[in-house]
């Protein structure tokens, strides 16, 4: 089949993704439901944290909490958290351009898209950093810290992972690991970042906005 | 003065991505295959997160 020939659409896309041998499209679709199942696996310790956040919270009468030594704790800074929150989110966006850009044989295009997604995880980790520097709560201090602190930890090693495996995903890439049409890890890759960008929404309702 | 900046940093980039994912939505609705759909789940969530963030910049979430 003249793959090569065919052009950008969506239909040349899934045409090279149809022609692969039936072994490889098997073992992908395994592959595929397995990372599924792993990212749904995720979402279940985020969602156990989460709950206990939100009965810690409600076990209290007021919130922010007051601290072991009854102080009262204030609320935390959402306009820092705005930014840092649309920068993951564009990290998100970019993500995908790089998917659709391998997906349509755009190398250059591809790399671009994937260090800007890198960059911008780099850059949101540094703007949590600066956060729990900055934040005046500790993590044992109170079940306000404790929670923050272990849930968005739990979030940023997740985005730190991912950090990694994008970087690792762009040198595969670049070495010619993936082709045209066998590029699951790409698309584990993407999947697995615009997870951890919907688990960070979730984490800005219930920390910032909630 | 910070927060107000910071605020409408994060209003104008929320339009922006929150845009920009929306469209990649309605692009790719089309789509097939448990990874697309997967995929078309997480842009939706992604873009609802860009409408919490536009309404914390403005003020309507998060104690103004």
Redesign the interface.
């Known amino acids: 089949m003249a793959v090569s020939s065919l052009n950008s659409t ?1 239909e040349a896309v899934h045409a090279r993704y149809e022609a692969v041998d039936s072994l490889y499209r098997e073992t992908r ?1 395994l592959r ?2 397995g990372f ?1 199942l792993f ?1 749904i696996s995720d979402v279940v310790l985020f969602t156990m944290f989460i709950f206990a956040y939100l009965y810690l919270r409600n076990s209290v009468p007021n919130w922010p909490p007051i601290n072991k030594d009854g102080v009262q704790l204030p ?1 935390f ?7 840092n ?3 993951l ?2 990290s ?2 970019t993500m ?1 351009f790089a998917m659709e850009s391998w997906k349509h044989l755009k190398k250059a295009e591809f790399n671009l898209w994937m260090i800007a997604t890198i960059v911008l995880g780099i850059m949101f980790l540094g703007g949590q950093a600066y956060e729990y520097s900055h934040v005046p709560i500790t993590w044992a201090g109170s079940t306000l810290g404790g929670s923050f602190f272990t849930l968005t930890g739990l979030h940023g090693f997740h985005v730190f992972v991912g950090v990694i495996y994008l970087i690792t995903l762009y040198i595969q890439a670049n070495n010619g690991t993936y082709t045209g049409s066998k590029y699951f890890g790409l ?1 584990a890759g ?2 697995y970042w ?2 951890v ?2 688990i ?2 979730a984490l ?2 219930l920390f ?2 909630m | 003065m910070a927060a107000t900046l910071e605020r409408s940093i994060g209003f104008v980039l929320a339009l922006l991505v929150g845009g920009t994912t929306s469209f990649q939505l309605y692009k790719d609705w089309g789509s097939t295959g448990l990874d697309n759909q997967v995929t078309k789940l997480l842009l939706g969530l992604m873009a609802f997160g860009c409408i919490l963030v536009v309404l914390a910049a403005v003020g309507v979430l998060g104690g103004g």
Do not use: N, P
């Open positions: 969506h679709d595929l439901l599924v990212l609320r800074d959402v306009a820092f958290a705005c930014v929150s649309c920068i989110f564009g998100g966006a995908h698309t993407t999947l615009h997870f960008d919907v960070w929404v800005f309702y910032y906005l």
